[in-house]
């Protein structure tokens, strides 16, 4: 089993910045892939930034140049530092784990979540 602890959440103003934490601990190897994810109320979950096992970063479109994902310097922990925020990236933000690179962002756990609002 994995545990997925998100952190960072909050609210903030329009063009602002937050950076978010997730932890994983539990049944870890070194390799693996992590991803943020984010869902917005009466929308479907979409992928913000997923980094493989072999550390390559994907990003949406929507944050691309705005967002940054990083592995932290222990493989269990990423970060997703988000920079000139607007109200259209308020949402839940979760992590997602697993050991191997998932089909369709099928990831085998998710933490809870973490809420970040952006006001205008």
């Known amino acids: 089993q994995v545990q997925l602890v998100e952190s960072g959440g909050g609210l903030v103003q329009a063009g602002g910045s937050l950076r978010l934490s997730c932890a994983a601990s539990?049944?870890?190897?070194?390799?693996?892939?992590m991803g943020w994810y984010r869902q917005a109320p009466g929308k479907q979950r979409e992928m913000v930034a997923k980094i493989r096992t072999t550390d390559s970063i994907t990003y949406a479109n929507s944050v691309m140049g705005r967002f940054t994902a990083s592995r932290g310097n222990v493989k269990n922990t990423i970060y997703l530092q988000m920079d000139r925020l607007k109200p259209e990236d308020s949402a839940v933000y979760y992590c997602a784990f697993s050991d191997y690179d998932p089909l369709n962002d099928e990831y085998d756990y998710w933490g809870q979540g973490t809420q970040v609002i952006v006001s205008p």
């Open positions: 539990g049944s870890i190897f070194s390799i693996n892939a």
